[in-house]
């Protein structure tokens, strides 16, 4: 029987496809495959000649828009019944080859073939990738088609189109010839049919029949439609019951082609009706397998299962046990095609039992494992159901009145994975398949539902069968692995690329820094759930290199995590990859397998002893230092290489920045030898607050090849000491007598000897030093010397403060261009030590505003005066140099009288002649101005540069006037 033909089966050509030479069916599927491609061929792309053309119009009412559809098969489609059935017929049959060794014997496996299906028109040698020797049958040999070697599959693909278009020519001739063969023959027969006298009055009926289903393969469908109802109304009494339904069944097929579900639904009906009749049970199964296609087809899923699992318990004549279980297999194929999993077990289930019915074992072992898929039993996988499907009602129906067919009741879905264990193993017992039966015991011993009585029973089974396993079977795992994670080394390696593309990789692996030789572990989680402790008698890990793995035992409690510690030793360089876990129970093997774990096993480390120590104390290590805010400490980091080869790089980070090292050191600890020993002095700052100081230390192997990293804290505590409160700048004046001016705050009128009110001063003045001024604060508990310099300066000014005092320091900076506070902290130094002990330190990063950097910006002005005698007067002639633009703006004379208690603005006892504002119009312009002193005294001179508003620079020394 054939159960896996639908309605699209009537519309095709079927031509078999027969492998030559023993081709392996991984090939003939390809070549399939290849000719499927080219399945459907239009008829007027056909070289047919004139008379073929008429006779196909004329006969089967075939036009050049219509279409051939090929269907190729590797395997029978049932047994022929031509002219009964079309749809079961071979009309042409092609052998296919690679490289055949024997053309004749080919031809002749192919004709034997040929006999054996009488009805075919057309059978052909397809040859691919010929010998050369082939060629000399391509004469001889009519029906040899060789495909020489192509370039490609594109022309490969090519190549067999064109074949197919010439040999559709051929079936479409044959077919019209094979019509008018029938036309002309007396009787039509069908298989089994031999008295001429019974059948020659139905010849008119089935002739018209042939027409109907020639048509049907051609596509006319209402052509064919037509014949069949002629046949129903005019030949009706000619015709027995079994042609009557295989006429209904076309006509139901023809309304599948429509969509009509109704009409094809009656059309079916009355089809199987005629079927039961006629005592044929095979045709009217076929018929209702396709007539259930259909119906899934249409989403009456349900509705198709229903009606096909009325045929497992039905008494139909001529069915015996072995179709039987043909029909309960296929069912369950269908039930799986359509997603019904549960149904699919069970009917595989029936299937296996009707084999068990007729002694084949076997097959019944075969297809209860296909069953226990769909009850969640495999032996990759074992697991209860979960409660996510919702069934609507119709298929809930359909399930009540599957229940007596369940051989047990119904107690819930985890009873009915112990009865299919039960059923395996009990034939795997009976077919002596000791292992299988061994599997299935221990798949049972596993199942949670299983009582604590019974589960002793299955492990005297499973300890008794065990000893005659031949070879180490995998079984199902007794614990579920949770995790499995390889314990990282404690220090941190890098393993140099030499040829990496990128600086930085942020996809690369961490390395797990394994080293050869040296014991490395993995820690495991797992967890069983019986209901008594497990005892694993062996353990370990499965892995891939060079590497011992120590085995283990455990036991483990129930249903509860369990930790296990697997020791590996790497026995060389490279790559070890973890694959799983192997455990041994009851004298049975179980593996695990994981997604594959790789690692790098480094050959070769270097090592280094590190400790910090007081310089002169050679024994003990300090973990902690107090230091004063400012300090500087001087201490040793002792650095000694206990491995067996020399260093190949060293470098080494403080964080935060807070210590400095010699580069000369450094570079010489680049190669330090081994077993050698090494004093690194290192100069600490302070933090600004407590904080754990971290030296890292990075090194390599003399290779280069594998670098380790080690980490020393320092423990530093921060206590106050002396603090920078206030830092400024000021400008710089010979004489204190500015601040007295600022206070007057005049401005000299062009027109008269008064004064009135200037809006501002900022005191820039064309001295080429500035005055930075520090106000310091001593918070310790020592008395301080403080000693301040400027770079490249021969004074050193030094200022002592007592503990909890403060004290002011004055030094003289150069004024730039562009001064910065960066200019200002690389020159000006200011450094500290206690009177009391030897704590020592710098005072750094200074702050200044905005507007006291203005004080240290180059003067762009300068002065310079000369004196002398203009008749009774004194002349006082004034050169400005200037790199700006001064024209517009105004030269101010302020002369002033200093004496022991003041400084007197324009005294009275000084006679002046000239205004003492004058306008710059040029840079090389002599400006002057005339004095008599007419009392006692110094007199002396301060020159201005600016408008009514403002004097924007002074001089920064004051000229005497002589007498």
Request: charged share 20%.
């Given at each position: 029987m054939n159960f896996d033909q639908d309605h699209t089966d009537f519309r095709s050509i079927h031509v078999m496809l027969l492998g030559i030479e023993q081709l392996p069916e991984e090939r003939?599927?390809?070549?399939?495959?290849?000719?499927?491609?080219?399945?459907?061929?239009?008829?007027?792309?056909?070289?047919?000649?004139?008379?073929?053309?008429?006779?196909?119009?004329?006969?089967?009412?075939?036009?050049?828009?219509?279409?051939?559809?090929?269907?190729?098969?590797?395997?029978?489609?049932?047994?022929?019944?031509?002219?009964?059935?079309?749809?079961?017929?071979?009309?042409?049959?092609?052998?296919?080859?690679?490289?055949?060794?024997?053309?004749?014997?080919?031809?002749?496996?192919?004709?034997?073939?040929?006999?054996?299906?009488p009805q075919t028109i057309l059978w052909k040698l397809f040859c691919f990738e010929p010998k050369l020797e082939d060629n000399i049958y391509e004469e001889k040999a009519q029906n040899l088609i060789l495909f020489h070697p192509n370039i490609s599959m594109e022309k490969l693909y090519m190549n067999v189109g064109i074949v197919l278009h010439d040999l559709s020519s051929m079936i479409?001739?044959?077919?019209?010839?094979?019509?008018?063969?029938?036309?002309?023959?007396?009787?039509?027969?069908?298989?089994?049919?031999?008295?001429?006298?019974?059948?020659?009055?139905?010849?008119?009926?089935?002739?018209?029949?042939?027409?109907?289903?020639?048509?049907?393969?051609?596509?006319?469908?209402?052509?064919?439609?037509?014949?069949?109802?002629?046949?129903?109304?005019?030949?009706?009494?000619?015709?027995?019951?079994?042609?009557?339904?295989?006429?209904?069944?076309?006509?139901?097929?023809?309304?599948?082609?429509?969509?009509?579900?109704?009409?094809?639904?009656?059309?079916?009906?009355?089809?199987e009706t005629n079927y039961l009749k006629a005592r044929n049970g095979k045709l009217y199964i076929e018929c209702q397998f396709r007539f259930a296609r259909f119906m899934i087809n249409c989403q009456k899923k349900v509705k198709a299962v229903k009606k096909l699992a009325r045929l497992v318990d039905s008494n139909i004549e001529g069915i015996d046990q072995t179709d039987r279980m043909l029909i309960s297999k296929n069912l369950g194929i269908l039930c799986k095609e359509i997603g019904f999993e549960r149904k699919a077990g069970f009917f595989m289930r029936l299937a296996a039992s009707c084999c068990v019915d007729i002694s084949r074992f076997n097959e019944a072992h075969e297809l209860l494992k296909v069953a226990a898929e769909s009850y969640q039993l495999t032996e990759e996988k074992f697991s209860p159901s979960e409660k996510t499907r919702e069934f609507d009602r119709d298929l809930y129906i359909v399930r009540e009145n599957l229940k007596p067919?369940?051989?047990?009741?119904?107690?819930?879905?985890?009873?009915?994975?112990?009865?299919?264990?039960?059923?395996?193993?009990?034939?795997?017992?009976?077919?002596?398949?000791?292992?299988?039966?061994?599997?299935?015991?221990?798949?049972l011993l596993l199942h949670s539902i299983m009582e604590t009585d019974f589960q002793d029973q299955l492990r005297i089974e499973i300890e008794q069968d065990a000893v005659h396993l031949h070879s180490n079977i995998n079984f199902r795992s007794p614990v579920q692995l949770l995790s499995l994670v390889p314990v990282e080394n404690k220090l941190e390696v890098a393993i140099h690329e030499t040829d990496a593309v990128?600086?930085?990789?942020?996809?690369?692996?961490k390395k797990l820094n394994w080293i050869k030789n040296s014991v490395h572990s993995v820690i495991a989680v797992i967890q069983h759930k019986l209901s008594s402790s497990l005892h694993i008698e062996q353990t370990k890990l499965i892995v891939e290199g060079e590497a011992e793995c120590l085995p283990t035992e455990k036991k483990v409690a129930p249903k509860t995590k369990e930790s296990i510690e697997y020791y590996?030793?790497?026995?060389?360089?490279?790559?070890l990859i973890i694959k799983g876990i192997h455990f041994q129970t009851m004298g049975l093997h179980s593996y695990i397998y994981v997604t594959p774990i790789e690692l790098d096993i480094m050959q070769s480390l270097p090592e280094l002893e590190i400790k910090l120590r007081v310089p002169g104390n050679t024994l003990d290590q300090i973990p902690t230092v107090v230091m004063l805010t400012s300090e500087q400490l001087k201490v040793d980091l002792v650095i000694k290489n206990i491995s067996y080869e020399a260093l190949g790089k060293f470098s080494i980070d403080c964080t935060p920045d807070v210590a400095i090292f010699d580069n000369s050191h450094i570079e010489f600890l680049q190669t330090l030898k081994e077993n050698s020993e090494f004093v690194l002095p290192v100069i600490l700052s302070t933090c600004e607050k407590n904080a754990d100081v971290k030296f890292s230390v990075n090194y390599s192997n003399s290779e280069g090849k594998i670098s380790l990293n080690t980490i020393l804290v320092l423990k530093m505590i921060v206590n106050e000491g002396v603090e920078i409160k206030e830092s400024t700048l000021e400008p710089v004046f010979e004489y204190p007598w500015h601040k007295t001016l600022r206070d007057i705050n005049p401005s000299m009128s062009e027109k008269c000897h008064t004064f009135t009110k200037r809006f501002e001063d900022q005191g820039f003045n064309d001295c080429p030093f500035c005055k930075v001024r520090f106000c310091l604060e001593n918070k310790s508990k020592d008395e301080l010397l403080i000693r301040g310099y400027v770079k490249d300066g021969n004074e050193i000014k030094e200022i002592k403060i007592l503990p909890q005092k403060t004290a002011i320091m004055e030094l003289f900076v150069s004024r730039v261009p562009n001064p910065t506070e960066n200019y200002l902290n690389e020159n000006i130094f200011l450094e500290w030590c206690s009177l009391v002990n030897s704590r020592r330190g710098d005072l750094k990063n200074f702050k200044f505003t905005e507007e006291d950097l203005l004080f240290a910006k180059e003067s762009k002005t300068s002065f310079s005066m000369t004196i002398e005698s203009e008749g009774a007067f004194q002349c006082a002639n004034v050169t400005i140099h200037s790199s700006d633009m001064l024209k517009g703006l105004n030269l101010y004379f302020y002369p002033l009288r200093i004496t022991q208690d003041s400084i007197k603005l324009i005294p009275h006892d000084l006679l002046l002649s000239g205004c003492l504002s004058?306008?710059?119009?040029?840079?090389?312009?002599?400006h002057k101005l005339k004095y008599l002193p007419t009392g006692h005294g110094e007199f002396y001179l301060v020159l201005g540069i600016g408008n009514k508003n403002c004097v924007q620079c002074w001089s920064h020394r004051l000229w005497k006037l002589i007498r």
């Open positions: 003939l599927n390809f070549y399939k495959n290849l000719l499927s491609q080219n399945s459907i061929v239009n008829i007027s792309s056909l070289n047919l000649s004139k008379e073929t053309v008429d006779n196909l119009n004329s006969q089967l009412l075939i036009t050049p828009e219509d279409e051939i559809h090929l269907k190729f098969h590797t395997s029978e489609i049932g047994n022929s019944s031509f002219p009964l059935q079309t749809h079961k017929t071979f009309f042409a049959i092609y052998g296919i080859g690679e490289g055949v060794e024997n053309i004749l014997s080919a031809y002749q496996l192919l004709e034997e073939t040929v006999k054996m299906h479409l001739s044959g077919l019209v010839s094979l019509l008018t063969d029938y036309a002309s023959k007396d009787c039509i027969f069908a298989p089994g049919e031999n008295d001429a006298s019974k059948v020659r009055r139905k010849k008119k009926a089935r002739f018209t029949k042939l027409q109907g289903d020639i048509f049907f393969l051609f596509g006319s469908l209402d052509c064919a439609l037509k014949k069949y109802d002629e046949i129903l109304d005019k030949h009706k009494g000619q015709i027995d019951l079994v042609w009557m339904a295989a006429i209904l069944e076309s006509q139901a097929c023809i309304y599948c082609y429509y969509n009509n579900y109704e009409s094809a639904s009656a059309k079916f009906t009355d089809a067919w369940m051989r047990g009741d119904y107690t819930g879905w985890k009873n009915l994975q112990k009865i299919m264990l039960e059923h395996l193993k009990a034939i795997a017992k009976k077919i002596g398949d000791s292992s299988s039966s061994v599997k299935y015991t221990w798949n990128f600086l930085h990789n942020p996809w690369h692996q590996v030793v790497p026995k060389c360089h490279g790559k004058l306008t710059i119009y040029d840079q090389n312009t002599l």
